[in-house]
């Protein structure tokens, strides 16, 4: 009988994301960030942002998490390991460190619920309805009348 793998609490994934926010490609701005995805099937998928010289081609770390869980799961077919259930932010120089408008919509396309950063040290987690009120998915295409 194999054991189950462990779910990281929200302290854990915020150490996760700081660990890849270590290994960011930041010439520019020199201001790492981290990001720690938990899926829905117990993932833990992590990303650092890689900029650009191209400021505009700069790929932030909660969308680096994203496209490697998508490459990391085993098609359409798996819903649970394209589905966020929370990601964990962190940048090395700002506290609390949430993540940008694009980034946000990234997020919401694949179900995040939630967003943990550190507070004064420690993590705060926040309802993602909080974070993008109002927010545009999925599910506003499927009716066009609105």
Do not use: W
Not at 44 to 65: D, F, H, K, P, W
């Amino acid at each position: 009988m194999t054991t189950p793998p462990q779910v990281p609490d929200d302290a854990q994934l915020l150490e996760l994301a700081r660990e890849a926010a270590t290994k960011a490609y930041i010439p520019y701005s020199t201001f790492p960030v981290g990001a720690a995805l938990l899926t829905a099937s117990g993932e833990v998928v992590q990303g650092c942002n890689v900029e650009n010289a191209s400021y505009g081609l700069t790929i932030c770390a909660e969308r680096t998490a994203t496209t490697r869980m998508i490459v990391s799961s085993d098609g359409p077919d798996d819903a649970d390991a394209r589905r966020i259930v929370k990601v964990a932010i962190v940048g090395l120089k700002a506290s609390p460190c949430f993540p940008c408008g694009a980034c946000r919509q990234v997020l919401h396309e694949f179900g995040c619920q939630s967003v943990i950063v550190e507070e004064d040290g420690a993590p705060r987690a926040y309802p993602f309805a909080e974070i993008l009120p109002h927010g545009f998915g999925p599910a506003d295409l499927e009716n066009p009348e609105g």
